[in-house]
């Protein structure tokens, strides 16, 4: 990630999530008001006076994987929760507003968002215009998951090591090196026992000159780099000793989010979520 002002891929989610809240059906595949919040009045309006260009259906399916991923992530948290975790843990976290709009039957869970420093000051400069307060039960870990270890940044905060954890990462890997993600996998698989990971990953190349939003994200400094295949995966995960690997199937997440749902969002073609237990 090399903009020095935190990532716009981020913020770009962020506005297709407002997007959800402002023009799709009721009920939301995913509640976030406290997004609409953090983004700026001229964003929200653009998103207001121009409704037909985000029913695009290229715009319509990435703001149904974005909200989808969220939604599932915090639906696995839960039932986490329900087991026992009480450590929630967002690797590349971005303007994830879970902390703000956490449910209170889980009051007993700690929350920590690692990200990239640049980006946690733009998210604590939009918190302090919108004067929302960080939650008693979360805290910012700074660190570049390109050059410093999770595991390293986390011993500067309260995490116990010692106790499972229920870990997303989304929307994150397709930016990352392969060791660099290889680096994750065996800090997550190196936590206790019961400890979940929930994760985003892209299947197949594109080309920056056929696919627009590729092309988008690398003129802004923060190309998609890596590619992962759902058997690669299975193998890796495998021999580091993951004790499962399951992925979100098209046909699994439209029974469980969109058949009979009138949010109007298409769903998923391809599986692009993982969920992997230690």
């Known amino acids: 990630m090399d903009n020095p002002e935190g990532s716009l891929t981020s913020a770009g989610a962020a506005g297709l999530r407002a997007a959800h809240q402002l023009l799709d059906g009721e009920p939301k595949l995913l509640s976030d008001?406290?997004?609409?919040?953090?983004?700026?009045?001229?964003?929200l309006d653009r998103i207001r006076?121009?409704?037909?260009?985000?029913?695009?259906?290229?715009?319509?399916?990435?703001?149904?994987?974005?909200v989808l991923r969220?939604?599932?992530?915090?639906?696995?948290?839960?039932?986490?929760?329900?087991?026992?975790?009480?450590?929630?843990?967002?690797?590349?976290a971005g303007l994830d507003t879970f902390a703000w709009r956490q449910p209170p039957?889980?009051?007993?869970?700690?929350?920590?968002?690692?990200?990239?420093?640049?980006?946690q000051a733009q998210k604590k400069q939009r918190l302090e215009q919108a004067g929302i307060r960080m939650p008693v039960n979360c805290a910012l870990v700074p660190v570049d998951f390109e050059s410093e270890s999770v595991a390293a940044a986390l011993q500067k905060s309260s995490?116990?090591?010692?106790?499972?954890?229920?870990?997303?990462?989304?929307?994150?890997?397709i930016y990352l090196s392969m060791e660099a993600i290889d680096a994750i996998f065996r800090f997550v698989v190196g936590l206790p026992a019961s400890t979940e990971f929930v994760f985003t990953f892209a299947q197949r190349r594109v080309s920056p000159d056929l696919h627009p939003t590729a092309a988008r994200v690398a003129e802004i400094g923060e190309p998609w780099r890596t590619y992962q295949r759902p058997d690669e995966l299975a193998w890796k995960l495998g021999s580091m000793g993951y004790s499962s690997l399951d992925f979100l199937q098209p046909e699994e997440a439209e029974v469980l989010y969109y058949t009979g749902r009138p949010h109007g969002l298409?769903?998923?073609?391809?599986?692009?979520?993982?969920?992997?237990?230690v």
């Open 105 to 119: 039957e889980l009051e007993a869970l700690r929350i920590f968002e690692a990200d990239h420093p640049a980006t």
């Open 49 to 66: 006076n121009n409704p037909l260009h985000f029913q695009e259906p290229r715009l319509m399916g990435l703001r149904s994987h974005i």
């Open 159 to 173: 995490f116990d090591f010692k106790a499972p954890c229920f870990i997303s990462c989304l929307g994150v890997m």
């Open 70 to 92: 969220s939604r599932y992530a915090e639906d696995r948290l839960a039932q986490a929760y329900a087991r026992g975790v009480r450590q929630y843990l967002l690797l590349g």
């Open 33 to 43: 008001p406290v997004i609409l919040r953090l983004l700026d009045a001229g964003q």
């Open 266 to 277: 298409p769903a998923p073609l391809h599986s692009g979520i993982a969920r992997a237990m």
